[in-house]
């Protein structure tokens, strides 16, 4: 009783998405435009389509996971026109911009648009440690919701079309922003080579004391109220030059931490100094209508 699904795009992340629905016993067709990366897929029981719109054809809802919005537009294009009364979930990953107008394109060929971000490496697809977020149509995500839960946990959030890559960019931008933290700090300790492996669990036991105080802080922006500062704003620009000293003593190069030194002294010139470093968060929007 499993519904069939279509999955267009083999790369890494493709094939482990085909091969979930496989796992679970969708039946199976694929399309990728170097056709011999689907090889392995067919062998598995997939079945493998010439063509994009034949790919659509064969199932009432398709996948489409390719490099960039490019290379959907690219893969896609063709095909308009082929696909009236089938639902696309593209989780390719994107911007809101690019997922509302793959929405508006895909409701002038009569598809049913659900854009994704998928919180998942390839190896993690198929596991429910695995989080994808769906935005868009909500019919189709509820009618294809059992077909998708093959993937991972399916989060919906949002009948607007780019809200799951606003979460998906915004979930990058704060991984990345650990990265360049854990990245300068071995850097900074290189310098006197202290092992990577030596330094890092210390790092780990940091990061997470500190994610614990995220929740508070997420109050404090959400009530605009960042007078409760047991570490304010003036004191920690004031650390921050010793980072950023000590990083050029020892050699290493200081462009993944200066922003933050940057932003830190303009709270404190804006009059933010004796607060929580919490409203800096404010500081970064800077369209008024969207505050
Ligand atoms: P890969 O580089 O492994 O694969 C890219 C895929 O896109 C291939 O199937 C490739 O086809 C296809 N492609 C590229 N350009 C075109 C084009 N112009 N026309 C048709 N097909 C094209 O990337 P991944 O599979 O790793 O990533 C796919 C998407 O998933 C990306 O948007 C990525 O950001 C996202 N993602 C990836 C994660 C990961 O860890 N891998 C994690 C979360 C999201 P061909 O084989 O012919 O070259």
Known sequence: ???????????????????????????????????????????????????????????????VCLLDDAAVRETLGPAAGALAGRALVNLTNGTPEQARAMAGWAAGQGVDYVDGGIMAVPPMIG????????????????????????????????????????????????????????????????????????????????????????????????SGDHSAADSNVEMQAVSYVNLLDASRAQGVGTELVEPMGALLHRAVAEGLGAGAVSSLVGLLRTDPARR
């Open 127 to 222: 596991q429910d440690g695995a989080l994808i977020l769906y935005s868009g149509s909500r019919e189709a995500f509820g009618a294809h919701e059992r077909t998708l839960g093959a993937l991972g946990s399916a989060v919906y959030l949002d009948e607007d079309p780019g809200r799951a890559a606003l979460y998906d960019l915004a979930l990058l931008s704060a991984m990345y922003g650990m990265f360049g933290g854990f990245f300068h700090a071995l850097a900074m300790t290189g310098s006197e080579k202290v092992p990577a492996a030596e330094f890092t669990p210390m790092v780990v036991g940091w990061l997470n004391a500190m994610i614990a105080g995220l929740p508070a802080m997420a109050a404090a922006i959400d």
């Open 1 to 63: 009783d499993r519904s069939p699904v279509s999955v267009l795009g083999l790369g890494a992340m493709g094939k482990a998405l085909a091969g979930a629905f496989l796992d679970r016993g969708h039946p199976t067709t694929v399309w990728n435009r170097t056709a011999g990366r689907a090889d392995a897929l067919v062998a598995r029981g997939a079945r493998r389509a010439d063509t994009p719109a034949e790919a659509m054809a064969a199932s009432p809802v398709t996948v």
